[in-house]
């Protein structure tokens, strides 16, 4: 509401939200299908036990990425197990309690997808220091693709989110606001950028 009010006044454009004024524009990405590429990744490589750290509920980002893992199990035949869902709410700190909660209720999972890469990266950490292997025992997606997630180990799978291409297009937008045009911009598609924390889970003894 409060951005709809500004609007009446000044050109607006926000990222990350779906909203629809007079001269305000929404420039958001497909979170849902980030996160539905992201989890058919893992089912393509053969995992089916994937477990899922969500990010703050409050947040739509949030909100779309869980409904996106949802979505491409069902797709699968696969039942959605809330048992399987824990938060994380975005933080490192997140990750790793969320690793904690999932390996103390001793459900079996060979894959985890992360909402973010913070909370992947905190959760690699969390694996690490109960001595389960990535990705030889468990495989890790992120979502953002942060520059950190290249170097960490291992190299992070994750969902590129072009923060810095979706900031230019935001201001393009702005721009054509600006001379009274309605903005034509295109966003870019989501896609999984494999690295090495993912592979095909090992067989059961």
Same mark, same amino acid.
């Given at each position: 509401?409060?951005?709809?009010?500004?609007?009446?006044?000044?050109?607006?454009?926000?990222?990350?939200?779906?909203l629809r004024a007079?001269?305000?524009?929404?420039?958001?990405? +497909?979170?849902?299908?980030?996160?539905?590429?992201?989890?058919?990744?893992?089912?393509?490589?053969?995992?089916? +036990?994937?477990?899922?750290?969500?990010?703050?509920?409050?947040?739509?980002? %949030?909100?779309?990425?869980?409904?996106?893992?949802?979505?491409?199990?069902? @797709?699968?035949?696969?039942?959605?197990r809330s048992t399987?869902?824990?938060? &994380?709410?975005?933080?490192?700190?997140?990750?790793?309690?969320?690793?904690?909660?999932?390996?103390?209720?001793?459900?079996?999972?060979?894959?985890?997808?992360?909402?973010? +890469?913070?909370?992947?990266?905190?959760?690699?950490?969390?694996?690490?220091?109960?001595?389960?292997?990535?990705?030889?025992?468990?495989?890790?997606?992120?979502?953002?693709?942060?520059?950190?997630?290249?170097?960490?180990?291992?190299?992070?799978?994750?969902?590129?989110?072009?923060?810095?291409?979706? &900031?230019?297009?935001?201001?393009? %937008?702005?721009?054509?606001?600006?001379?009274?045009?309605?903005?034509?911009?295109?966003?870019?598609?989501?896609?999984?950028?494999?690295?090495?924390?993912?592979? @095909?889970?090992?067989?059961?003894?």
């Amino acid at each position: 509401t409060a951005l709809r009010n500004v609007a009446k006044d000044l050109p607006v454009v926000v990222t990350g939200r779906s909203l629809r004024a007079p001269n305000l524009y929404a420039v958001n990405f +497909d979170n849902f299908e980030g996160a539905r590429l992201a989890t058919h990744h893992l089912l393509a490589l053969g995992h089916r +036990d994937i477990a899922f750290i969500a990010g703050d509920p409050r947040h739509p980002d %949030a909100v779309e990425r869980q409904r996106g893992y949802r979505a491409a199990l069902e @797709a699968a035949g696969l039942p959605y197990r809330s048992t399987l869902v824990v938060p &994380g709410m975005f933080q490192e700190e997140g990750g790793l309690a969320a690793v904690d909660q999932l390996l103390d209720s001793r459900q079996h999972f060979t894959a985890i997808l992360a909402a973010n +890469d913070q909370m992947a990266i905190g959760a690699c950490l969390g694996l690490h220091r109960r001595s389960v292997r990535v990705p030889q025992d468990v495989s890790m997606v992120g979502f953002d693709d942060l520059p950190i997630s290249r170097y960490v180990l291992p190299p992070l799978t994750t969902v590129q989110h072009p923060a810095y291409e979706l &900031g230019k297009i935001a201001g393009t %937008a702005m721009l054509q606001l600006l001379r009274g045009e309605t903005p034509q911009v295109e966003v870019p598609p989501p896609r999984v950028v494999v690295r090495e924390s993912t592979r @095909a889970p090992a067989a059961r003894t």
